[in-house]
């Protein structure tokens, strides 16, 4: 049967403090409220034309980019801020990739070591979250899986969207909840995404 690695299944929560610690700088201004919007094609656009900019900065630096979270579904209601996955060989070295993106008007506002070496940086006009990850970095892959899922899984994409929505109201007064509220359905979805993966027999097999 096909299995994913436990790294990838035994996904990690890190407690409101720790991911406080990690704070560099001044907090983005749209991480003071929660607004949740129906989905736009222009998304997807404005990720191609930021894809393409990353590329053209970072040269051979990057090994791989993806446009992740929930503007990346079509159909499902969002934030309007849009997540990329950047892969690097290594982001403890922030030398090779800070300065560049500094240069087109990024900034680095979250230094995470213990999650699997995230950095993340916003762009110009803070609409724009990119997540930065070592090579074999598990939480890409369960963004990716989250992503395909949702996209191909219409009954789990209403039950995200709903449950934004809801939070997005029980959050009004406290956003930075928001996002620590959604990982219990996260992790429903995610254990139906694994549950099905491993009856799903290895490619060749009879």
């Known amino acids: ?13 890190a407690p409101p403090e720790q991911v406080d610690d ?9 991480w003071q409220a929660v607004i949740i919007e129906d989905y736009a094609p222009a998304w997807a656009a404005r990720y191609a034309a930021t ?13 791989a980019i993806e446009h992740v979270g929930s ?9 309007p801020i849009i997540d990329i996955d950047l ?22 506002v979250l230094r995470q070591p213990w999650w699997h070496g995230h950095r993340m940086l916003v762009g110009p006009a803070e609409d724009i979250n990119l997540h930065v990850w070592p090579r074999d970095a598990p939480e890409p892959i369960r963004h990716r899986l989250f992503r395909d899922w949702l996209r191909s899984h219409p009954e789990d ?50």
């Open 1 to 13: 049967m096909a299995e994913y690695p436990q790294d990838v299944v035994q996904r990690f929560h």
């Open 87 to 108: 892969l690097v060989e290594d982001t403890a070295d922030e030398s090779r990739y800070v300065p560049a993106l500094e240069g087109i008007g990024y900034r680095l």
């Open 157 to 206: 994409r209403e039950l995200y969207a709903a449950t934004k929505r809801s939070l997005a109201r029980d959050t009004a007064h406290r956003a930075g909840d928001y996002s620590l509220a959604k990982n219990e359905v996260i992790d429903r979805i995610l254990a139906r995404i694994f549950a099905a993966a491993s009856e799903r027999p290895l490619p060749g097999s009879d």
């Open 71 to 79: 503007t990346s579904v079509p159909g499902l209601a969002a934030k």
């Open 22 to 30: 990690g704070l560099v700088g001044e907090a983005p201004k749209n």
């Open 51 to 63: 894809s393409s900019l990353l590329k053209e900065t970072l040269g051979d630096l990057v090994l």
